[in-house]
């Protein structure tokens, strides 16, 4: 079992909607999560950054890290069609061990 | 992309040559990272270096070697090219070891 789970999609929404996008991890020492938006044929972007449980915002998006169901989210306000990307999640233990990421998953949002 | 190039962005090369992929940074940070992406597999930590001639194995360094003589510049080499190695190469670089990567372009490396 893959330590950082994540379902593939697709998932496809209405330019406007609220996106939940998930993982789940099993390495109950991971600390750091992250969050990256990765556009076809474009190399990962950083999005969100956070250390141990609790949510984090920056501008339209949130994320939440729940260590106690070992449940990672981001939530993305008012959908754009530009959000339109895969989403990939990573883990990680502390700063000497490696990230771990989630295969990603892709988002299409519709005009 | 965070001041790190990647090169070449694609190539074509057959099984059995040696390839050296080339990245290099302007910000002067001290980590780089080699990963590959594939379907179904996600990001795999190959190989990285936390300084000049400093290097390490990640989870799937098997076929690839690394090098770094200078800190703004990571190489990575496939001695012998295999089929299994057809991938997109990214590199990454942080400022502390692991947290906040950045990542480059990518290479996307065909292996005939």
């Known amino acids: 079992q893959k330590e950082v789970e994540q379902d593939p999609g697709p998932l496809s929404v209405p330019e406007g909607a609220i996106v939940s996008l998930n993982c789940t991890y099993s390495?109950?020492?991971?600390?750091?999560f992250m969050w990256y938006r990765q556009y076809s044929r474009k190399g990962p972007e950083l999005l969100m950054y956070t250390y141990s449980s609790g949510n984090k915002e920056d501008g339209r998006f949130t994320a939440q890290v729940d260590k106690s169901s070992k449940y990672i989210s981001l939530f993305i306000r008012d959908s754009q069609p530009s959000d339109s990307a895969t989403y990939l999640c990573?883990?990680?233990?502390?700063?000497?061990?490696?990230?771990?990421f989630g295969k990603g998953t892709r988002l299409s949002v519709i005009a | 992309d965070a001041g790190i190039t990647q090169s070449p962005r694609h190539k074509v090369t057959e099984t059995g040559t040696p390839v050296t992929l080339r990245c290099h940074q302007t910000?002067?940070?001290?980590?780089m990272y080699w990963y590959r992406q594939d379907p179904g597999h996600g990001l795999r930590l190959i190989h990285y270096s936390y300084g000049v001639k400093d290097t390490d194995k990640g989870e799937v360094s098997d076929g690839y070697s690394v090098s770094r003589s200078k800190t703004e510049d990571f190489l990575l080499t496939l001695e012998s090219a295999t089929s299994s190695q057809t991938s997109v190469y990214f590199c990454?670089?942080?400022?502390?070891?692991?947290?906040?990567?950045?990542f480059g372009p990518g290479t996307r490396l065909t292996v005939t």
């Open positions: 990454a670089i942080s400022e502390e070891q692991g947290t906040k990567q950045y």
């Open positions: 990573a883990s990680q233990e502390s700063g000497n061990t490696p990230l771990v």
């Open positions: 910000e002067n940070h001290r980590y």
């Open positions: 390495n109950s020492a991971f600390q750091y």
